[in-house]
């Protein structure tokens, strides 16, 4: 479908600027319009002083997704509010994985969920981004 497509072309743009996402080893696995899935490998240099991973680093992750998710039908969005739970600690080497999914796309605002499973399947946080919708184009 053209609009998967311009998301895709979005989406490609953001993450060749997008020098923290590259940081965070993030991998774009799926894109469709007001969606996106991408992943992560855990890294020591991201762990915090209690032996598990940094809170942010979750955060980046879905902060990222819902990036990519609300700024996919190439309307700069920026987020207005966010917030998320942590349900399960996440060590080095586990395999994140960021599922980004639209439930509201209005004129200005898009209110999107975001559910971050490991490498067995469990969740290990929950996110929640409001983004608001600037009417300008990224690409």
Not at 77 to 92: C, E, G, Q, R, Y
Request: hydrophobic residues 40%.
């Amino acid at each position: 479908m053209e609009q998967d497509i311009t998301a895709r072309k979005v989406v490609d743009y953001m993450m060749q600027h997008d020098q923290f996402s590259q940081w965070l080893g993030i991998e774009v696995l799926e894109i469709k319009e007001g969606y996106s899935k991408i992943q992560m490998v855990v890294r020591q240099e991201m762990i915090n002083g209690l032996g598990i991973v940094h809170g942010g680093i979750a955060f980046s992750l879905a902060d990222s997704a819902f990036a990519f998710a609300c700024n996919n039908r190439n309307n700069l969005s920026v987020a207005l509010d966010t917030s998320i739970n942590f349900l399960k600690p996440v060590h080095v080497n586990d395999v994140l994985m960021a599922q980004a999914k639209e439930i509201h796309n209005g004129k200005s605002t898009g209110l999107y969920h975001i559910v971050i499973t490991n490498q067995y399947q469990h969740d290990v946080a929950v996110f929640k981004g409001t983004c608001f919708r600037t009417h300008k184009n990224l690409i």
